[in-house]
């Protein structure tokens, strides 16, 4: 039988480095995978991506403080270290650091890092302080890890762009990769929130990514895009979601509003709906395949 030795997992900033230090000495590429734990095939997908560009992986579990608003999930969100090192075993990481909150945010820390403009819709919207606390604590493992690359999810895709504009605006010799949205059988993006869902609830959570891929269809096939959102929207609350923060079709690079299709541009639609206590979000891209023009 196979064995796969837990990864070591290190909580301080400078075993950290030591780490990396000997990996760098060795010649080794470095990546890291920053997470919140409570970990799924999706998480898993970001590591083996990372797997393939360096040959030494850190996975980061840290549930960041800073990025929950008031109200939210932040006591419950799930915790299961020994769970998530098997998982990131079995995906290749080499090695886990899981800072305290101490460590992270010292007495007397008093930096954010703010990108602005592409925070400001969507989840910005909805979530205030909530890409600041992101894009900060994201500055902060780059910094402490100093790796060759950094990969994230597109199922975040407004947190991709950005860490992608952070990265470039303060020159971070950094290389941002994504993974594909990992989706459960019948199409939900895996999300470590999903654990909250009732079994009524996560029936009609399925909805939303196909309400979402059937619009992304119509609006290519040249339905007008603002009729096909509407309806989006009705028919999830007719299905059961008690709220729709937004559906809406954007730029999949600057996340400016889309109101119709322009050739050599991509678009998205962006969606975050409320089923009971839990906030799902999901992102489809409009593909141009058999669009009229
Ligand atoms: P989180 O632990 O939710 O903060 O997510 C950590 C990373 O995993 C982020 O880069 C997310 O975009 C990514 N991620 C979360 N869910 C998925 C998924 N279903 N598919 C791919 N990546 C994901």
């Not at 650091?97 to 703010?114: H, I, Q």
């Not at 762009?161 to 895996?190: K, N």
């Not at 999300?191 to 609006?219: C, M, P, Q, T, W």
Request: aromatic letters at 6%.
């Amino acid at each position: 039988m196979l064995h796969i030795s837990r990864p070591r997992t290190v909580t301080s900033i400078v075993e950290l480095r030591d780490v990396v230090r000997d990996w760098r000495r060795a010649g080794d590429l470095v990546a890291i995978v920053p997470t919140m734990g409570g970990l799924h095939e999706g998480h898993l997908s970001l590591v083996r991506n990372a797997r393939r560009r360096a040959k030494r992986v850190i996975a980061s579990i840290f549930v960041n403080p800073t990025q929950f608003g008031e109200g939210e999930d932040f006591e419950n969100y799930p915790r299961d270290e020994v769970r998530d090192a098997e998982l990131l075993a079995s995906a290749g990481c080499d090695l886990i650091y899981a800072p305290s909150v101490s460590e992270m945010y010292p007495d007397g820390f008093a930096t954010s890092v703010s990108v602005t403009e592409i925070t400001g819709p969507l989840c910005g919207s909805h979530r205030p302080g909530h890409f600041d606390g992101v894009t900060t604590v994201v500055c902060k493992l780059l910094n402490q890890s100093q790796p060759d690359y950094a990969v994230f999810g597109e199922k975040d895709w407004q947190q991709l762009v950005s860490i992608r504009q952070m990265v470039r605006d303060l020159d971070m010799p950094i290389r941002i990769a994504s993974s594909p949205t990992v989706r459960e059988a019948d199409g939900l993006a895996m999300s470590s929130r999903n654990r909250y869902l009732s079994v009524k609830e996560r029936k009609i959570a399925g909805k939303l990514n196909r309400a979402l891929f059937a619009s992304a269809d119509h609006i290519a096939h040249g339905i007008d895009l603002d009729r096909v959102l509407e309806a989006c929207t009705k028919a999830l609350l007719t299905a059961g979601f008690s709220e729709i923060d937004y559906i809406e079709a954007r730029d999949s690079a600057t996340l400016a509003i889309v109101n119709r299709l322009e050739h050599g541009k991509e678009a998205r639609i962006f969606a975050a709906a409320r089923l009971g206590k839990t906030r799902l979000i999901d992102n489809v891209p409009i593909e141009r395949t058999g669009m009229a023009g």
